[in-house]
């Protein structure tokens, strides 16, 4: 019996749909190009010089992250520029908290069939936030899976390479007894925590993607889709100015999660709860779901996105420079000796919002 010879595209991979797609995205792309890219998208490895005359000793600081279950938002909504923007903001901070600035940056999308819009959405995200952060985004990877992902759905991760003067290294060791711990409000969830948000607002309490909730003054879809804040440019303006001793960003984990890894050994942090204004998506999981707060604390940013540490000294400093940079702020805790860690206390007088800006 004859048969028709089998191409990679029956099974589901479809090279030249991918090949379209990439001509589709090679043009965003290279938008982001600065002198130091050496090489166009599509070779076998992305080439960036180091500019040495800029550096006494330089120090590379990469990180990698992904999306997360945010992502089912963006399937549900078509909301593909949003998401990348906000992985782009994720690995910026996560390098940004040790003194480093962005060089470059790539990608890693993977899919079940391959929607040339649908990644062209994705890439214009990536690039339009790499170009705020003046990072070039010199290549990745697109993956055709057929049958390991549903069909409209993807997963997308990036990968990111800073530099940082060696002197200028920040990796917590100079936080001390008597530091004030300040925090970076966040827009909302950010990217951690999707799961369990997910699950109570649109299973537990009935939502839909589309509901508008009073309590949070819009629809349930604008408030998962808030971005990821970028705090990268108050993080540099700080360590420039030599006035930061350490910086965590708070991602899974929560605060608790997340300040200690910047802690040395014998030191902790006292957070005071009720120093900063709450989100109201919080408050409104809480109740939905009878959430411990132990179990917020680590599952969600409860509205605090970046970490400071700083000296007495030098506080009224960082504010002037905070607050110049246009960036919110609240005095929410101090350092102390003790188990490496997190408390967290009362509030008490006089300490709710104080110094903000």
Known sequence: MNKAPLTYANAGVDIARAERAKQR????????????????????????????????????????????????????????????????????????????????????????????EVIEQVVEGLAQACRAHRCALIGGETAEMPGLYREGEYDLAGFIVGVVERSRVMDGSRIAEGDIVLGLPSSGLHTNGYSL??????????????????????????????????????????????????????????????????????????????????????????????????EMRRAFNLGIGMALAVSPPKLEKAAAILKQAKETFYRIGWITRGRRGVVFEQAGPGIAGALTG
């Open 25 to 116: 995205i090679r043009r965003l792309a290279q938008k982001t190009f600065d002198r130091n890219v050496l090489a166009e998208i599509g070779g076998f490895g992305a080439l960036y010089a180091l500019e040495k005359r800029r550096w006494k000793s330089p120090v590379l600081v990469s990180s990698t992250d992904g999306v997360g279950t945010k992502l089912k938002v963006a399937f549900a909504t078509g909301s593909h520029r949003s998401v990348a923007a906000d992985l782009v903001n994720h690995c910026v901070n996560d390098i940004a908290v040790q003194g480093a600035q962005p060089l470059f940056f790539l990608d890693y999308f993977a899919c079940g069939r391959l929607e040339p």
């Open 197 to 294: 948000a997910r699950k109570l607002l649109l299973e537990t309490a009935g939502y839909s993607l589309s509901e508008y909730v009073p309590r949070l003054g819009c629809r349930v879809a604008d408030e998962l889709l808030k971005p990821h804040r970028s705090y990268a440019g108050a993080l540099q303006r700080l360590a420039q100015a030599g006035l930061l001793k350490g910086a965590a960003h708070i991602t899974g984990g929560g605060i608790p999660g997340n300040l200690p890894r910047i802690l040395p050994r014998g030191l902790e942090a006292r957070i005071q709860e009720g120093s900063w204004p709450e989100p109201p998506v919080f408050s409104l999981l809480r109740e939905i779901g009878s959430v411990a707060e132990d």
